[in-house]
C-alpha cells in the first residue's frame, strides 16, 4: 500500500484535535509497578539508570515517552523481564500530538536519518516555545490555555531528538518568507532566528534556506518530510489542513527523495543560509 493513514506526534502547524495516549500511562505503569517490586525509590532507580527523580516521575506518570537508552537501562535494574523492551515500540507521543502524525512520530524516535522541507510554517522540530504558542494559537479553532500548553508541549518534546544518541543526521530546509512572515512578532521573530543560527551549528544539523525568488521549484506539491530506519528503509509524510499519509511504498518513497535532492541542490549551501539567518537577525 502506498498510502497508510496515520494514526499517531504533531504536525507542523497544527490541525484537529490532538487525541490522548493511553499507551504512555500504561507503560508508565508498568515502569512503576516494577521499580517497587525492586524495592526501588523513584531517586534510586533514577541514579542507577542515569536519568533524574523527575524524569522518571514524567514517565510514570505518563507525561514522557521514555527514550531507547532509558528502557535499555530499565530493563537490567527491573528484573530483565523483557516487557519493557516489548512495549516500547508500541508507545505513542502523548497528548498534544494530532492523532493522524503518532505513527511518524514511532518512526522519528529511532530514526537514523530524518529529512524535512516546510513552505507553510517552521518545522515543530526548530520551533521556540513563543514561536510555537503563537503558530497554535493563531490557527482555527479556538483554543483553551490547556490545549495550547498541551500542544506546545508535545512540539517541544520532540526536539530532544536532537540530542538522541546515536545521533540522527538532519536536514531542514525552510522557505525565506516562513522567517519574514513575523510569526508572533518581532521579539519572536528575534529569538526564532538566534534558535535558528545555534541549531545550524550543531554537527548533525544541515539548515538551507530556500530564497524568495527561485523560478526553478521542486517544492510546489508542498512540504515532505524523509526519514531513514535503523533496517535502512524508507519512509515519507506528507501532510495537509486536517491530516497526514504515512508513505512507504519504495517507488512513492522514492519520488519524495528525487524531490528532496532537487530542493537541495535550489536552497541556499548552509553557509549562505546562515548568513542569510545573521542578515535577517541584524534587521530586526
Not at 527514550?67 to 535494574?77: L, S
Not at 515519507?236 to 527523495?257: F, N, T
Amino acid at each position: 500500500m502506498a498510502y497508510e493513514s496515520t494514526d499517531g506526534g504533531t504536525g507542523a502547524a497544527g490541525g484537529a484535535e490532538p487525541g490522548a495516549s493511553d499507551s504512555l500511562r500504561t507503560f508508565g505503569a508498568v515502569v512503576q509497578a516494577l521499580r517497587e517490586h525492586a524495592g526501588l525509590s523513584r531517586e534510586e532507580f533514577g541514579v542507577r539508570i542515569g536519568y533524574s527523580k523527575h524524569t522518571v516521575a514524567s514517565v510514570e506518570q505518563g507525561r514522557r515517552m521514555a527514550d531507547r537508552d532509558f528502557v535499555e537501562r530499565a530493563e537490567p535494574v527491573l528484573g530483565n523481564t523483557g516487557a519493557l523492551r516489548k512495549a516500547a515500540p508500541h508507545l505513542s507521543r502523548q497528548a498534544g500530538l494530532a492523532s493522524w502524525f503518532r505513527q511518524w512520530a514511532r518512526l522519528e524516535a529511532h530514526a537514523v536519518t530524518l529529512w524535512t522541507y516546510e513552505c507553510r510554517v517552521i518545522p515543530g522540530l526548530l520551533q521556540t516555545e513563543r514561536y510555537a504558542r503563537a503558530v497554535t494559537e493563531s490557527v482555527p479553532p479556538v483554543k483553551d490555555e490547556e490545549q495550547v500548553a498541551k500542544q506546545v508541549a508535545a512540539r517541544l518534546e520532540r526536539q530532544q531528538l536532537f540530542e538522541r544518541r546515536p545521533p540522527i543526521a538532519f536536514s531542514f530546509i525552510i522557505e525565506q518568507a516562513l522567517i519574514e512572515r513575523g510569526t508572533g512578532g518581532p521579539d519572536v521573530t528575534r529569538e526564532l532566528l538566534d534558535s535558528l543560527l545555534k541549531r545550524a551549528l550543531q554537527f548533525n544539523v544541515e539548515l538551507q534556506i530556500m530564497p524568495r525568488y527561485q523560478p526553478d521549484h521542486a517544492g510546489f506539491d508542498g512540504p515532505l518530510m524523509l526519514l531513514e530506519s535503523p533496517d535502512n528503509k524508507w519512509f515519507s509524510y506528507a501532510e495537509g489542513q486536517r491530516g497526514g499519509m504515512l508513505i512507504s511504498d519504495p517507488k512513492e518513497v522514492s519520488i519524495m527523495l528525487q524531490r528532496y535532492a532537487k530542493l537541495r541542490s535550489q536552497a541556499l549551501t548552509s553557509e549562505d543560509s546562515r548568513s542569510l539567518l545573521k542578515q535577517l537577525r541584524g534587521a530586526l
